[in-house]
Each structure stands twice: as C-alpha cells, then as structure tokens.
T-cell receptor, first 112, second 112 residues
Framework: KQEVTQIPAALSVPEGENLVLNCSFTDSAIYNLQWFRQDPGKGLTSLLLIQSSQREQTSGRLNASLDKSSGRSTLYIAASQPGDSATYLCAVYGSGYSTLTFGKGTMLLVSP | ETGVTQSPTHLIKTRGQQVTLRCSSQSGHNTVSWYQQALGQGPQFIFQYYREEENGRGNFPPRFSGLQFPNYSSELNVNALELDDSALYLC???????????FGPGTRLLVL
C-alpha cells in the first residue's frame, strides 16, 4: 500500500526566504507525482505535475523535483511571499494513474 | 470550458441521516473520482467512476455509494451518517488521455 509522507508538517518563514518542502513515498512504482496548493476550506489547485520519466518541473518561482529510485520529491519555492501562505499537498498516481494517494500536507505561513 | 463544479457548498446533517453530494465533471472528461478530506488530513480516495461504472474503490464501507450519469456527472451518497463523516468531500474529473485530475471546490459536510 502506497504511503506518502510530507515534512515538515508546518513551516513559518519571513517574506523573501527560499524554502523547500519534502515529500516521500514508499512504493517507487508510481506513474506521476503532483503538487497541489490548498487555501483554508477550499479545493485543490494544481501547481506542478511531474511525469514518471521526468526529474523536475518548473513554473515561475516553483520548482519540483522527482527521484523515483529514492522515493522522494521536493518543492522549492523561491523568494516566498505572504500570498504563498497555504497548505501544500504532494500526491502520487499509481501505475494505472487512475487514483491519487496524498500526503497530509505542509502548512506554510509566510509573514510580511 | 467549464471547470469541475460541486453542490452544495456546505451541508449540515445529523447522525443516522443520508446525504447526496453532486459533481459536474469538466467538459470532455469521462472519469470522476471522489475523495474525503478530514480536518488536518490529506484527501483519501473513496471511489472512481468511468463511463458509469465503478472503476476502483478505497477503504470505505458500503454505506458510501455513488453513481455516474450519461453526461458524466456524478453523485456520492452516504447512508447512516456518523460523526466521523464530517469532512470536505472533493470531486475530481479526468479522462484516460489526460494525465492529471481536476478538482472541484468541494462540499463541506458537518454531521452533528
């Protein structure tokens, strides 16, 4: 059974810092990995999707890497802003890419 | 292009009652997945429907059931509600040609 762990559970940083969120998964036979953002009480917003054949994806100030062999992914946020405050969820698609297994998320607070 | 929509946005029920949640998939998507997200947790996969048939199920009891209609919209039904059913219920749509799932805003269910 696939298990996804995210570290840290919560993170508080001052504006402008670069930060790294970590995600690990127990079964390396994944199809894709996806990072989401969730604002309080809201649905999920997709940030980055990394296909199993890729090692990283970039979008603006966000960069996500994937190392399937070690079962790890990282989300790098450059020059953090208060608007980045949210919960960040990592999720992996199984071999059939039909369902997602999520971590519990990292709650990020960026203070002005 | 219309995104994934869910109704209602909020719902309050009492223990033992039944509830029906609704989801309209994104245009062109024939697969709908349902997830339950308890407070402070990551979403947990409930089940998935593909072309009106159940295509996979997570670790949820039979009192959680669903339907998918010819227009690919979907319902999640929960019978004999328990306090622990209080959660955000998320619907996601996709298709075999799309390598990601698109999430709706969710329905917040409170069971008293």
């Amino acid at each position: 059974k696939q298990e996804v762990t995210q570290i840290p559970a919560a993170l508080s940083v001052p504006e402008g810092e670069n930060l790294v969120l970590n995600c690990s998964f127990t079964d390396s036979a994944i199809y894709n990995l996806q990072w989401f953002r969730q604002d309080p009480g809201k649905g999920l917003t997709s940030l980055l999707l990394i296909q199993s054949s890729q090692r990283e994806q970039t979008s603006g100030r966000l960069n996500a890497s994937l190392d399937k062999s070690s079962g790890r992914s990282t989300l790098y946020i450059a020059a953090s802003q208060p608007g980045d405050s949210a919960t960040y969820l990592c999720a992996v698609y199984g071999s059939g890419y039909s369902t997602l297994t999520f971590g519990k998320g990292t709650m990020l607070l960026v203070s002005p | 292009e219309t995104g994934v929509t869910q109704s209602p946005t909020h719902l309050i029920k009492t223990r033992g009652q039944q509830v029906t949640l609704r989801c309209s998939s994104q245009s062109g998507h024939n697969t709908v997945s349902w997830y339950q997200q308890a407070l402070g947790q990551g979403p947990q996969f409930i089940f998935q429907y593909y072309r009106e048939e159940e295509n996979g199920r997570g670790n949820f009891p039979p009192r959680f059931s669903g339907l998918q209609f010819p227009n690919y919209s979907s319902e999640l039904n929960v019978n004999a509600l328990e306090l622990d059913d209080s959660a955000l219920y998320l619907c996601a749509s996709s298709s075999p040609r799309v390598e990601t799932q698109y999430f709706g805003p969710g329905t917040r269910l409170l069971v008293l």
